[in-house]
């Protein structure tokens, strides 16, 4: 038997896709069927139009329109050739703008790590009350503050907890005081459970100001964990420095960032001796844990760090508005 002398019609089928396929747009995948008249007769393909097959739009992250499959074939999101080739003319797409924004934002991160790394490390070099070797360690981090922000801090850190053990320390011969704000307390000093009933300092702070009894409140919130303020955090300043002052004036008084209202907690000297608490100067290396970048020595006078203090050194708590 000879060859058959025209194609069957599901040759001319497949030609026909060929023929489509190979003028399809750049990077614009479409499958397509054949939309059918009265009066078409398939078999002899005779159509008179052809239309895309039914398609599945999808967003990908960025926003744009992105392939999907649907039936086993590939189908492109593209509505035309002309969309297409518009599309492929056209200057850098708007859709990128978030990227760069987000990598905008990491590049402002990053550079403030690297501004409070070399603050942090000029602090401590830039302190005379420290060893030699102390200040010559923090100064040699200066050339990987740029590039390693985050290793320069745990570096300080490990050379803090190096130095701490060496700096001299005394008995307290007055009572101190540590002046904190209503969201500092409510995070590091409120009972863990209390502190599920606010989700927020300020939220423990409005609670507290419509209070006649705040001091009794916020002696009952206290957490019991010990020890009550870490020695890293330790920061006092002598209760007759704040003393008969309001929060306004406590504030520029001891260079607190947070507003008032602030609680005051006072720790007499007999109490301090008796738990074993000793105090010393702040140095340098001190403003590390907390990242106290606007410190300088002898800005807040008589000002002391000492180590850790128990609950059983507190003598009483004050409101400060």
Request: hydrophobic fraction near 35%; charged fraction near 30%.
């Amino acid at each position: 038997m000879g060859l058959r002398s025209k194609p069957t019609p599901h040759h001319r089928k497949q030609i026909m896709r060929a023929e489509i396929l190979s003028t399809r747009p750049f990077n614009c995948r479409r499958t397509y069927r054949p939309r059918l008249d009265a009066g078409d007769n398939p078999t002899k393909g005779n159509v008179t139009e052809l239309r895309p097959r039914r398609r599945t739009v999808r967003k990908s992250r960025c926003g744009r329109p992105k392939c999907s499959v649907s039936a086993g074939l590939p189908v492109c999101a593209e509505l035309s050739s002309k969309a297409a080739r518009a599309d492929r003319l056209r200057p850098p797409s708007s859709n990128r703008l978030p990227l760069r924004r987000v990598a905008g934002h990491y590049s402002h991160i990053m550079v403030n790590a690297v501004a409070m790394a070399r603050q942090l490390i000029q602090i401590v070099v830039n302190d005379p009350g420290l060893a030699r070797y102390v200040r010559r360690e923090a100064a040699s981090l200066e050339s990987l503050a740029s590039s390693k922000p985050d290793l320069v801090v745990e570096e300080l850190e490990m050379l803090r907890r190096r130095a701490v053990p060496d700096l001299p320390l005394q008995a307290p011969a007055a009572d101190y005081a540590r002046c904190v704000s209503v969201p500092v307390f409510w995070r590091h000093h409120l009972n863990p459970a209390r502190r599920r009933t606010f989700r927020s300092g300020n939220l423990y702070r409005r609670y507290l100001e419509s209070l006649d009894n705040r001091v009794d409140v916020i002696s009952n919130d206290l957490r019991n964990d010990e020890p009550l303020v870490p020695a890293a955090h330790s920061w006092l300043v002598p209760i007759s420095r704040i003393s008969r002052l309001d929060g306004a004036r406590t504030k520029r008084r001891l260079r607190i960032d947070d507003e008032p209202p602030y609680i005051v907690m006072v720790f007499p000297a007999e109490r301090m001796d008796a738990t074993g608490v000793e105090i010393r100067k702040p140095r340098g290396i001190d403003v590390i844990p907390s990242r106290l970048l606007q410190w300088s020595p002898g800005d807040v006078p008589d000002e002391r760090i000492d180590q850790d203090i128990p609950t059983a050194a507190l003598g009483s708590l004050e409101w400060r508005p």
